[in-house]
T-cell receptor, first 116, second 114 residues
């Protein structure tokens, strides 16, 4: 079974440019999460999709960030325009559907974004 | 609201020595607690989780953690370190309130000396 994949693995852009990150969750996983780790700090939650709907987007830092999950499969996270403080590693995770007991979140390898 | 504190951003042990990575949490509801490990150039991998069953939780690669409610702690231990344990370790908390987001600590990088 393929794990969570993310593309690209690295991205270097200049301040003011646009970048789009992609996440492909494990097949059949309805839950998809985005997290971010800024250099040396803790990993912080950005948002949670259930299928194509945004269940919780309380962690999105500002309106320069736009996440989509059309069709409930892969997700994209667009940063427009990028600022220096957006640099960090962006992780995607997915978990199987269902309520009740906790469902493990499986993480992708992350996309390292550098804004110059 | 929830938070996690990991004491020690870097821990160094000798091969064969005890590994102890500390995690304290704060949660307004009964928590779910996790330890994740990140090896270089890889994603986070779940080591173990506490979900209100046994307070002593055994995970992969010989790691275990004990949930101590009175101390609000969930420290990770391994009796004998191996070189392959060198990685970054993250403690995380979640609440089964419908909001499944994980709240992470800042991570502890474990070095294993030969």
């Amino acid at each position: 079974e393929a794990g969570v994949t993310q593309f690209p693995s690295h991205s270097v852009i200049e301040k003011g440019q646009t970048v789009t990150l992609r996440c492909d969750p494990i097949s059949g996983h309805d839950n998809l999460y985005w997290y971010r780790r800024v250099m040396g700090k803790e990993i912080k939650f950005l948002l949670h999709f259930v299928k194509e709907s945004k269940q919780d987007e309380s962690g999105m830092p500002n309106n320069r960030f736009l996440a989509e999950r059309t069709g409930g499969t892969y997700s994209t996270l667009k940063v427009q325009p990028a600022e220096l403080e957006d640099s960090g590693v962006y992780f995607c995770a997915s978990s199987s559907p269902g309520t009740g007991s906790y469902n493990e979140q499986f993480f992708g390898p992350g996309t390292r974004l550098t804004v110059l | 609201a929830q938070s996690v504190t990991q004491l020690g951003s870097h821990v160094s042990v000798s091969e064969g020595a005890l590994v102890l990575l500390r995690c304290n949490y704060s949660s307004s509801v009964p928590p779910y607690l996790f330890w994740y490990v990140q090896y270089p150039n890889q994603g986070l991998q779940l080591l173990l989780k506490y979900t209100s069953a046994a307070t002593l939780v055994k995970g992969i690669n010989g790691f275990e953690a004990e949930f101590k409610k009175s101390e609000t702690s969930f420290h990770l231990t391994k009796p004998s370190a191996h070189m392959s344990d060198a990685a970054e370790y993250f403690c995380a908390v979640s609440a089964d309130t419908g909001r499944r987001a994980l709240t992470f600590g800042s991570g502890t990088r474990l070095q294993v000396q030969p």
